[in-house]
């Protein structure tokens, strides 16, 4: 029997009221009701305490406890009768007085008897209980540390991450192809199969529904279908466009794609749309658009070519553009379980142990939304029934879901949210400060949370197994990485929209001078009004998240931001001015800048970074690096630049920057496509401190330092697909603390350097797609340390006498597996 039943608090407040009044009203009783108020000031909140726990009680507590609870109630009926005692009643008053003392006894034998007992009891099963409990976090701990001590370099097959991204794409297939079992699932891809390939007059079709109820998961069931990729001989297109979207782009993209380049230009320049194409009219091509909001950019991103059909996908009706909708149903009751069971118990169906009234009714307030069942499911995983019921009553309060009313939506998977740890949940609101529908680097997601919440590198890749774990983001293997066992340098997490809105829904519950998050939803020309209006005061946010196209000096105004640690500048154009605010900032410690315009961005006002001085993390995306200025102070407390697809030019020379002066304790340099970059400054062979370098896909790169032995603190060294590269310089053997070596698709080496027996810690070394490869050097042999080999099956031969000469050593065979569709997003 629960406590709460049969142990009401309110007895003893009231209880303690009558007896103060008594000690300041009868003499004679005066004595025992002030001890008695002692002690019932000293037990009440305990009691209270038991009262709201909702712990159970074993069958003899929970009777000693009745007892006192029934002696309450007779002191309570004792303290009326004292207080209707009579002034000159003096007989009355002394039988009172007497039975109050009775009471006092009673209470002092419950406090000093069974009280004590019960507490040595509980302080026994605690260090019992806790003793356990730290056994098992200790193992989970090992675990964990043994797992991501591999991650990062990859030993053993692509370590934990590699493995969380497998599983997560398992279970997205699984629940996937579970809700497309559905009727209204499963009649929703019959109904647009029959309009896409049946109906020849029918140019554009759609799939609409209210956000979260599956319409992407039917567009890509579609796509799956043996049927639909054989009429369309597997020519199809699926684009995300998004609330915020980079129109010439994906109009440049589909041109491309129904002419038939199945590479893309990614620095190119993009063509002129045309009406008509000179090749490849007639050709069946199927063209997915997920996510359109705007009538303005459907209209723009149509494809009036014939053989060419369109499936729109979005929340909105387009009558005036879609020759035919259809309307996708909700899951029915006994599918909304199915999927529901499948997350929260790993089985299609209610299990015996589970209350199964409740788990309906939980599932009943989901209102047959996929995403709701799916995310609120995994939040009540492995949850006490306790947990379930406050759910179920919380559910039960949101107003109802229909299509005008999508809060109603995000208040009930707020519930989720809600019951997360701390940490996790702070982590996910975290989430709405980058743009929709964009892949988010895991570089940048674990800077910021270590940077933020203060956490170490291995707690904030716990938090985000978390996150993957309860569905609310997804955990995505990059194409370019070629095969799972790439460290997570090539991974990515991605958000379902209506999870992006729920974080935003969530992160302004404050007053917008007091949000920890300051964040711009979309895409737009200017800052918002709302900032301006509120700009006379400081603004206290952590993260600051910026969304915007060009920025002149003008389109600024000054905030005041003490507190601010991240900030994100999302933007779309050649040129940008840098915030003037940035000054105003003295607790930055990481600086985001992602361009998402066709061409490199020129930066303005980089006189701001003489200010940066707790400037930890910098992340660079299509940007022309800057010089910076000569005034510029040293950035003693950077650890980490990233320099992605950005036009280098002759910024890193020595003679324009001393980068061992300018960055002194900088840990880790990753410069990725930069296709201007044809030889690494001889410079940085003196960043002594730099631990990780990975210079990948610069096709220009011609030439390394000589001197790259002196980093003696690296530990991972990337050099993945530069082709112009010919040789390795004999000065790399001498990294001694170096364990990780890739060299993969920089298929213009040769040979390996003759002293790479040096390389004395040398953990796993990658060379996929060095073909021109035809001999190891001897002192191969001496790498006693080596465990993994990843390589093309033909010149896997070269490793055998490594194989015999090194236990231990596996030998793997690469896998294909290459696109440069990540390069249109």
Known sequence: MAVTDLFPGEIAAELLKMLISISRESFMCKSSAEQMVTYIQQVLPIIQEIQYSGVELSELRQFQIDRFVHTLREGQELAKKV??????????????????????????????????????????????????????????????????????????????????????????????????????????????????????????VGIHGIGGSGKTTVAKEICRDGEVRSYFDDRILFLTVSQSPNVEQLRSHIWEYVEGKDMIN????????????????????????????????????????????????????????????????????????????????????????????????????CKGLPLALKVIGASLRDRPQMFWASAASRLSQAEPICESHETKLLERMAVG????????????????????????????????????????????????????????LSLVNDARAGDIYSSYFEISASQHDVLRDLALYMSKREGINDRRRLLMPRRETRLPKEWERNMDQPFNAQIVSIHTGEMGETDWFQMDLPKAEVLILNFSSSEYFLPPFIDRMPKLRALILINYSTSTAILNNVEVFSKLTNLRSLWFEKISIPEFPKATIPMKS????????????????????????????????????????????????????????????????????????????????????????????????????????????????????????????????????????????????????????????????????????????????????????????
């Open 83 to 204: 207080q209707a005692c009579g002034r000159w009643n003096v007989y009355r008053k002394v039988q009172l007085a007497r039975k109050m003392e009775k009471l006092e006894k009673n209470i002092l034998r419950f406090l000093n008897g069974p009280l004590q007992a019960h507490i040595l009891a509980d302080v026994h099963h605690m260090r019992f209980e806790s003793a356990e409990r730290f056994d098992r976090l200790e193992f989970s701990a090992r675990r964990l540390e043994e797992q991501l001590g591999g991650m990062k370099i990859g030993v053993g097959g692509g370590g934990w991450l590699a493995e969380a991204v497998k599983r997560g794409g398992e279970e997205e297939e699984s629940c996937e192809g579970l809700t497309s079992m559905g009727v209204g699932m499963a009649l929703g891809k019959k109904k647009v199969k029959e309009m896409l390939i049946d109906r020849d007059d029918l140019r554009v």
């Open 266 to 365: 990614s620095h190119g320049p993009i063509r002129r749309w045309k009406s008509q194409f000179e090749r490849r009219i007639g050709v069946r091509t199927l063209v997915v658009l997920d996510d359109i909001w705007s009538l303005s950019v459907l209209e723009l991103l149509i494809s009036r070519i014939p053989g060419c059909k369109t499936l729109v996908v979005s929340r909105f009706k387009f009558p005036t553009i879609l020759n035919l909708t259809y309307e996708l149903e909700l899951l029915r009751e006994d599918e909304a379980i199915s999927l529901f069971c499948h997350v929260a118990f790993g089985q299609k169906s209610i299990p015996l142990s589970a209350n199964e009234n409740l788990v309906k009714q939980v599932v009943r307030e």
């Open 417 to 472: 949210i809600a019951d997360l740890p701390k940490m996790v949940r702070e982590c996910f609101l975290d989430l709405g400060a980058f743009p929709e529908d964009k892949k988010i680097p895991l570089d940048v997601l674990i800077n910021i949370w270590v940077e933020i919440h203060d956490l170490f590198q291995d707690d904030a890749f716990a938090v985000l197994y978390e996150l993957a774990e309860k569905n609310l």
């Open 638 to 825: 950077l650890k980490k630049i990233f320099l992605v697809l950005c036009k280098i030019a002759n910024s890193l020379d020595q003679s324009v920057v001393d980068l061992p002066q300018m960055f002194p304790c900088l840990a880790e340099l990753t410069m990725d496509h930069c296709d201007d970059l044809c030889e690494l400054p001889s410079s940085i062979s003196r960043m002594h401190s730099l631990e990780c370098m990975s210079i990948t896909n610069c096709h220009s790169l011609q030439e390394l330092p000589a001197d790259l032995g002196k980093l003696n603190s690296l530990q991972i060294l990337r050099i993945y697909d530069c082709p112009s590269l010919k040789t390795l310089p004999p000065g790399l053997c001498e990294l001694k603390c170096l364990k990780y070596l890739d060299i993969s698709q920089c298929v213009g080496l040769e040979c390996l350097p003759e002293g790479i027996g040096g390389l004395l810690r040398l953990e796993k070394i990658d060379m996929r797609k060095c073909s021109r490869i035809r001999n190891l050097p001897k002192s191969a042999a001496s790498l006693q340390l080596l465990r993994h080999v990843i390589c093309d099956e033909e010149i896997s031969w070269l490793w055998k006498d490594v194989e015999t000469a090194v236990p231990g050593v596996h030998v793997e065979f690469a896998r294909e597996c290459f696109d440069l569709d990540w390069l249109v997003e």
